[in-house]
């Protein structure tokens, strides 16, 4: 991945306004074109493993660099990362998949189940529920933790969720209301010419979890 895209993105955080933007319109598109590109070639990668995104092409999974600020109370009109959610279906999978970040200072990626629908999240608690070891030795695993040492806490339930008993010995795993995984990225890893790779083995470390809620969620 080239040094471009963190620039750009690092000048649009201090210049997001539409007259700065289209000025650099050019910029923006050649940096686009630089992380469809790097996505189109994570695919395979992804797919050697996971053979559910074969198919899938970057444009689909791609998110859209326009913010949408009708009830925002920040009205910048532009993110200022790049990101794309690979999965069967691109972008608007509901299912689990794997989340590139680009952002200074801040890139990442991701795997996993992020803001589930009610239903779909009262499946993946149930099967947390009933396969708690299972569960547990996921997250416990040698190469797993080479990336990350556990769920993500991005947003959790104060209190115990409906319908499963308040004294579950392991309540703190059905608290989440997102299941994901994530592993930060150094703008330097960014750069470098093996990213490909490093994302590769990470994506595949983190694939075991992504079954057990594709699991989860086709019963």
């Known amino acids: 991945m080239k040094n471009l895209v963190l620039e750009f993105l690092a000048e649009l955080e201090k210049n997001n306004n539409r007259e700065w933007f289209q000025l650099h319109k050019d910029r923006y598109t050649a940096a686009k074109t630089e992380v469809e590109t790097f996505v189109n070639a994570l695919i395979p990668a992804i797919a050697k493993f996971d053979e559910g995104v074969k198919f899938v092409a970057a444009k689909d999974c791609m998110f859209r660099i326009f913010r949408d600020v009708r009830f925002a109370k920040d009205k910048s009109p532009y993110k200022i990362n790049m990101g794309a959610w690979i999965s069967p279906m691109g972008r608007k999978s509901p299912g689990p998949g794997y989340y590139f970040h680009l952002q200074p200072g801040g890139s990442f990626i991701?795997?996993?189940?992020?803001?589930?629908?009610?239903?779909?999240?009262?499946?993946?608690?149930?099967?947390?529920?009933?396969?708690?070891?299972?569960?547990?030795?996921?997250?416990?695993?040698?190469?797993?933790?080479?990336?990350?040492?556990?769920?993500?806490?991005?947003?959790?339930?104060?209190?115990?969720?409906?319908?499963?008993?308040?004294?579950?010995?392991?309540?703190?795993?059905?608290?989440?209301k997102h299941y994901i995984l994530t592993y930060p990225l150094r703008d330097e890893m960014v750069g470098s010419d093996h990213l490909k790779e490093i994302l590769g083995k990470a994506f595949e470390a983190m694939y075991p979890f992504n079954l057990f809620l594709k699991r989860a969620l086709e019963d």
């Open 110 to 176: 991701s795997a996993g189940v992020y803001m589930p629908e009610p239903e779909q999240l009262r499946k993946i608690r149930k099967e947390i529920y009933y396969n708690v070891t299972e569960f547990k030795d996921l997250l416990k695993n040698k190469k797993l933790r080479q990336y990350c040492d556990g769920l993500t806490d991005v947003e959790k339930t104060k209190t115990a969720p409906k319908d499963f008993p308040k004294d579950f010995a392991d309540m703190d795993l059905l608290k989440h």
